[in-house]
């Protein structure tokens, strides 16, 4: 940016770096340029949603002083300050593959409106390079020419404005960013690029300063210090909750009079601040130097009057000023922690709900256990009646005592009395536990592990890593069980060992398929997989025993496909590899054989119209990423010019719907007239491959691969390990829990808020529209786990022949499997509360579970809806 | 016989486990800025030297395995080629299994090798001296109530305990605590070597503990 680096040198100018608090995300960061306070994490939520700015802000207190605002850019402006500007006109930011037309739209009015003198206050916010980081990464080619078309506006909007200027009083050019830019071109996390923005105020009234001390690195301030500084600047009170404070350099070219003025009102507003949130506010030291800095204040001000001596006036000055300095700094250091407020009550409430979950445990370990929900001998119950009763009383006494504002409380009756019910039904379902087997008390020796990790920031930062490591284990494991259960026949009867161990070798050489006959008495206790089919095929077996391998191999990939987490994130990964400009004709290539391969693990159990709908959905993927830019077809050599893709996705959801429309067809018809298992199974699968093509469509191209290993391990672990070992329900549950969660960072997310890929929400969309997009950015987020539970669906449903409570009993496993974690995490988060990585590190991962527990809720009513038909049709 | 079986088996593990001991320690005296954590490599080579040669060695004076027909010498050098074959076999599945863990493929290979090394030398030249490279009796001895002798059931200890100590070892990794011991393969080699030392001193122990239990039948 060559202008404004001159601009800078040259003097006339402040320049300093900003740190932006997490959540790096704009809706925050507005608010917290605006008002001065620190945005607490339910903001993200809100982000995509943002409602009006109620509390005191700067551009209220502007429009009140009667100053005219005029305002360009990003609508979450507009959405925040509905009626403050005079003139407006919001750019949605949320179509973020657009990287022209976002800026135009705000560079368009520029020429006009510079022209004119009918206003106070304008406000320019461009998108830009937001969507380049967030599309192309910060190292792209596209930032250098953004970066110079910024800089010229700059250059316009300064010319601009000193030629304006010899008439009235000087302006001010402030120039700053809402947050940085991650390694990855994202943002929402607390990384030093994501916090670190510019903060640059160019006017004329600041005197020139040498071009010398501009080279030393700029100061660093908060970015909630913009606020108090602007609205002294512009003699505006400053906003009732800004714990900013004012960045004196600013003010510099005043004399010592009105400076010390300046910080006394940031003072007071501060201390005023303190004094309505904590009631011992009088002991907070930044409180005492206050009252200290104010009474020298005092004095000062009493010297100046009797006119002293300049010299030790100008001394004093300064003293006073260091003073109130450092009150200031203590003063918003204890506000800053103070504006976290915690709700205890609330807190205890969700805690104990899903405490009560957790206790469950054993009942869902019994082999008959199934998810349902037992509604009337809790209604029956004194027990029930007596623990609501308690409850309510219990919920008066706290929300009438409470001082201070609790979530809870301010929830409607009808709600608190619904939450108290739950509780207390719940509580009377808990039964004495039934004696646990050991294999259960294995996987749960796993599980425990990795809720107990949760308690460490590391462990949640790198999450990815336990459950890569768990997975592998488990392969590992199973490769064991495998060898057992194919060697184990010759422990047990050496003379027939002897037998199939010629077979083997026999095998081996001649590549025959041998069938190796085994006895059926002899099965009691050797090889549940011997037992299982009768005859098994010798290169079979090899397969099978290969299995791991190969499942161990493909993750190994997979994990190499995308770098995630914190430590480990920077290293160079295939993702990046392929997505980078020069690899355009690898990653086509990749994405087509990927998507050649996908149809071909979905297909086999697909009736001939989903096959077609299928393959036809592919292609239309295939084009819509040709569409949009990311791949090309062979015979075309650049040169296309690049759409939003809309006609290609929206072909590609025509089959979506269509497949999954079929698939419940057919379920509905198994249901309602047949009682056809194979029905049954044909329409769950039809409904997975659905969602398999939708997530064909979200998934960026160089992601394609983890949908094809997701299948093709799924396919291998089905045929080789799960069918032939019969693992029951809850053991083939935690399995698929697993490989979910894996498969959930294979993807490349992570526990960051920067790694949601929000462009996938407006796949085949023209503009924001907010469901879909929301339920779109949700199912790319979370389609590692929610395809390995439709998977789980399908899997036990194609077993119910064997065991008829399996699908009840998975669903009541898979909903524990979640909610244990949960339950342990909401617990750890209220114990760490006062942790220094509360909201950069333990915040978003709560908000993660949390969204994924809704998702696996969705998941559990699916079950029980294909659960529940299968009751019923056994009563008939 | 029992008994004294068990303080021969005793007396070898201890010699083994005090070796391990001074590996780390004595070569600080001959090696300029010698130290576990610091020249880690050449504390794998030394480690795994120092229990290879006593392994050995034990293996010839003890001779735990009796083999009944007297085998000629070329016989003899063929085995040992044997072994020596799936010594190295082993290495390789060891790094194999290490890398699909997530190591590294390309840097730091030699780093993830000499731990592979040191891993088949706690649990694969064991095997190697007791069985011989006979796969059936390996399979046997891993399976459940495989065990023919109190030689074998510490072997079986041994092993479980050096590669469980190598997995927990790997727990530590992701932890932002910056120690020089968190630097792969530190903390999985130093995982592994206390989880032979803990399987030399368990295994006796238990020996003798369900020494009433453990009934070998012999074929």
Redesign the interface.
């Known amino acids: 940016m060559p202008y404004t680096t001159q601009v800078v040198e040259k003097g006339t100018s402040y320049s300093f770096i900003a740190e932006a608090k997490p959540p790096t995300v704009t809706m925050p960061r507005i608010k917290a340029l605006m008002t001065g306070s620190i945005p607490g994490f339910i903001d993200v939520v809100v982000n995509l949603n943002s409602p009006a700015l109620l509390d005191d802000n700067l551009i209220w207190q502007a429009k009140t002083a009667g100053k005219r605002i005029i305002f360009y850019g990003d609508d979450t402006w507009v959405k925040l300050f509905p009626k403050h500007f005079v003139e407006y006109d919001g750019t949605t930011s949320f179509f973020v593959s657009d990287f022209t037309e976002v800026d135009d739209n705000v560079t368009r009015h520029l020429d006009r409106v510079l022209k004119r003198e009918d206003w106070d206050l304008l406000i320019l916010h461009y998108l830009g390079l937001d969507h380049i980081g967030h599309m192309t990464g910060p190292n792209s080619p596209l930032v250098g020419p953004k970066l110079r078309e910024m800089d010229n506006i700059l250059k316009k909007i300064h010319i601009s404005l000193l030629s304006k200027e010899e008439a009235s009083l000087p302006n001010l050019l402030v120039v700053c960013g809402d947050h940085g830019m991650s390694e990855t071109g994202s943002h929402g996390g607390s990384s030093e690029g994501e916090v670190h923005t510019p903060l640059l105020f160019i006017s004329s009234a600041f005197e020139k300063r040498s071009g010398k001390d501009q080279r030393t690195q700029p100061e660093r301030v908060q970015q909630t210090d913009l606020a108090s500084t602007l609205a002294i600047g512009l003699g505006l009170p400053i906003s009732r909750n800004s714990v900013g404070n004012l960045i004196l350099p600013v003010v510099g070219g005043k004399t010592m009079r009105e400076q010390l003025r300046f910080v006394h009102l940031n003072g007071f507003q501060l201390s005023r601040l303190l004094q309505e949130n904590t009631p011992a506010y009088e002991k907070d030291p930044g409180y005492e130097h206050f009252k200290i800095a104010e009474k020298s204040h005092g004095n000062w001000i009493k010297l100046y009057l009797e006119g002293n001596n300049s010299e030790i006036l100008l001394n004093l000055g300064k003293k006073v000023l260091k003073l109130y300095l450092e009150a200031l700094k203590t003063l918003s250091s204890s506000l800053s922690k103070q504006v976290a407020q915690y709700d205890m009550y609330s807190m205890m409430v969700g805690t104990v709900i899903i405490m009560e979950l957790l206790l469950s445990v054993p009942k869902a370990l019994s082999k008959r256990a199934e998810f349902e929900v037992p509604l009337s001998p809790p209604l029956f119950s004194l027990l029930f009646y007596l623990m609501c009763l308690m409850l309510c009383a219990v919920h008066v006494i706290v929300c009438t005592s409470a001082e201070s504002l609790c979530y809870f409380c301010s929830m409607s009756w009808l709600t608190a009395v619904g939450v108290m019910m739950l509780i207390s039904a719940l509580m009377c379902v808990l039964k004495p536990c039934s004696s646990w087997s050991e294999i259960d008390v294995l996987i749960l020796a796993g599980t425990i592990g990795h809720v107990l990790s949760l308690g460490?920031?590391?462990?949640i930062?790198?999450e990815h890593?336990?459950w890569?490591?768990s997975i592998?284990?488990l392969c590992?494991v199973l490769c064991q069980e495998l060898?057992?259960n194919n060697?184990?026949l010759?422990?047990c009867d050496p003379q027939h060992c002897t037998n199939v161990k010629q077979n083997f070798d026999s095998m081996g050489e001649t590549s025959e398929c041998k069938n190796i006959d085994i006895p059926a008495a002899i099965d009691s206790k050797l090889g549940k997989a011997t037992s299982s089919s009768e005859f098994i095929k010798g290169s079979d077996k090899w397969i099978s025993l290969a299995t791991p391998w190969i499942i161990?191999?493909c993750?190994?990939l997979l994990?190499?496909l995308n770098q995630t987490?914190v430590?480990w994130a920077h290293r160079p990964d295939f993702g990046h590899w392929l997505t980078s400009s020069e690899h355009k004709f690898e990653l086509s290539f990749l994405a087509a054989v990927s998507l050649l391969l996908i149809f071909f693990l979905v297909q086999r159990r697909c009736s001939l119209v989903s096959k077609i709908a299928m393959a036809l959905g592919l292609l239309g993927v295939y084009s819509y990423r040709a569409a949009i830019g990311n791949v090309t077809f062979p015979w075309q050599h650049g040169g296309k010019d690049i759409s939003k893709g809309i006609t290609e996705a929206r072909f590609v959801y025509v089959f979506v719907l269509g497949i999954v429309f079929t698939g419940t067809k057919d379920l509905l018809k198994s249901q309602v007239i047949s009682a056809d298992s194979s029905m049954k199974s044909t329409g769950l699968w039809e409904v997975y491959s659905g969602l398999v093509l939708l997530a064909a469509l979200l998934f960026r191209p160089h992601n394609l691969p983890v949908l094809v290993f997701c299948l093709l391990i799924q396919t291998m672990m089905t045929k080789y390990i799960w069918r032939p070992l019969k693992f029951d329900a809850a053991q083939i549950t935690i399995m698929h829990y697993w490989f979910g969660q894996a498969f959930f960072y294979f993807q490349g997310n992570s526990n960051g808020i920067a790694t949601v890929d929000v462009s996938a929400g407006f796949v085949g969309l023209d503009s924001y529209v907010e469901i879909p997009a929301i339920f779109l950015t949700a199912f790319a987020t979370y389609a590692g786990p929610f395809l390995w539970a439709i998977h789980l669906l399908c899997y036990l449903s194609s077993e119910v022949s064997r065991n008829s409570a399996a699908v009840g009993h998975g669903c009541f496993c898979y909903a524990l499997m979640r909610s244990i974690p949960v339950a342990i995490y909401v617990v750890l988060v209220t114990g760490l509360r006062y942790h220094l990585f509360i909201w950069s590190v333990f915040s978003p991962k709560l908000l993660y579970e949390g969204v994924h527990v809704f998702i696996t809720a969705a998941v559990c009513l699916f079950f029980t809806a294909m659960d529940q038909n299968h009751s019923y049709r056994v009563q008939d | 016989m029992r008994e004294a079986e068990i303080r021969r088996l005793l007396a070898a593990n201890l010699l083994c486990a005090v070796s391990i001991i001074l590996a780390a320690l004595v070569p600080a005296f001959f090696l300029d800025g010698f130290s576990v954590l610091g020249t880690h490599l050449t504390w794998l080579c030394v480690c795994s030297v120092c229990v290879a040669t006593l392994n050995i060695i034990l293996h010839l004076v003890l001779k735990p395995s009796q083999s009944p027909k007297r085998s000629s010498f070329a016989h003899k050098i063929s085995r040992f080629l044997k072994c020596c074959i799936y010594f190295f076999m082993s290495c390789i599945l060891f790094h194999a299994?290490i890398?699909?863990?997530?190591a590294p493929?390309i840097e730091s290979v030699t780093e993830t090798f000499l731990f592979a090394v040191l891993l088949s030398t706690f649990t694969t030249l064991q095997c190697l001296c007791l069985l011989g490279p006979n796969v059936?009796a390996w399979?046997?001895v891993f399976?459940k109530n495989?065990a023919m002798s109190i030689w074998e059931s510490s072997l079986q200890i041994t092993t479980v305990c050096s590669i469980l100590g190598a997995?927990f070892g790997?727990f530590p990794?992701?932890?932002?605590w910056d120690r020089p011991w968190q630097v792969w393969p530190i903390s999985c080699s130093l995982g592994a070597t206390f989880g032979y030392m803990a399987g030399l001193i368990i295994a006796p122990l238990w020996i003798h503990w369900n020494r009433k239990q453990l009934t070998y039948k012999s074929r």
Request: hydrophobic share 40%.
């Open positions: 460490a920031s590391s462990f930062e790198e890593q336990t890569y490591f592998n284990t590992l060898c057992r060697f184990l010759k422990e161990l191999i993750c190994r994990r190499s987490g430590q | 299994i890398v699909l863990y997530g493929l059936q399979i046997r399976s495989g997995w790997a990794i992701p932890l932002d």
